[in-house]
């Protein structure tokens, strides 16, 4: 039990559509990352947000776009969905301090785009 | 730029043998490497991690790696399998760089075990 949580579990939306992934991370957790897991591969890097400023980017287009809260929890976007989006997102959080070199996951949300 | 190349996309062991998962790297600065471990349908478990120090990490469930700098190496090892370690496996490499630890994962390992 990471203390990481996602929603929704699965999500299934049809091409062009927008949608908007959920993570919720420990308190202080400032740094959240966003990770694309195509089917059987491994998770590519989305993006990173520190201290609700994004904070490193992977080789995602600008439709990918995110937010991080006060709160802890964090937000990705994807506009115009295209069929190649169908994955598994995943979130993870660092705690600030020592150990920020450990990320921990959440359960992930499966997204299906028709 | 860093990268990692797990060999084997499939590896099979009985119940009981030794488990051996390979892993290595590339980094142009003195890596950070994971090993972590997905379950179907579920989100990935850190196993171990190598920062600095002892070059030979244990981690959970039995498992341990050592880091092998002159090797380029960071190959995850159990002594004896268990049905329970069925699933697929995936080593890390980052770069340390305070507020912005990318995780760069390979292509991952599914274990089978075999009865």
């Known amino acids: 039990e990471t203390g990481v949580t996602q929603s929704p579990t699965h999500l299934i939306k049809t091409r062009g559509q927008q949608v908007t992934l959920r993570c919720s991370s420990q308190s202080g957790h400032n740094t959240v990352s966003w990770y694309q897991q195509a089917l059987g591969q491994g998770p590519q890097f989305i993006f990173q947000y520190y201290r609700e400023e994004e904070n490193g980017r992977g080789n995602f287009p600008p439709r990918f776009s995110g937010l991080q809260f006060p709160n802890y929890s964090s937000e990705l976007n994807v506009n115009a969905l295209e069929l190649d989006d169908s994955a598994l997102y995943l979130c993870?959080?660092?705690?600030?301090?020592?150990?920020?070199?450990?990320?921990?996951f959440g359960p992930g949300t499966r997204l299906t785009v028709l | 730029a860093q990268s990692v190349t797990q060999l084997g996309s499939h590896v099979s062991v009985s119940e009981g043998a030794l488990v051996l998962l390979r892993c290595n790297y590339s980094s142009s600065v003195p890596p950070y490497l994971f090993w972590y471990v997905q379950y179907p349908n579920q989100g990935l478990q850190l196993l171990l991690k190598?920062?600095?120090?002892?070059?030979l990490v244990k981690g959970i469930n039995g498992f341990e790696a050592e880091f092998k700098k002159s090797e380029t190496s960071f190959h995850l090892t159990k002594p004896s399998a268990h049905m329970s370690d069925a699933a697929e496996y995936f080593c890390?490499?980052?770069?340390?760089?305070?507020?912005?630890?990318?995780?760069?994962f390979g292509t991952g390992t599914r274990l089978t075990i075999i009865p």
């Open positions: 190598y920062t600095t120090g002892a070059t």
């Open positions: 890390a490499v980052s770069a340390f760089n305070f507020g912005n630890e990318k995780l760069t």
């Open positions: 993870a959080s660092s705690l600030e301090g020592e150990n920020t070199d450990t990320q921990y």
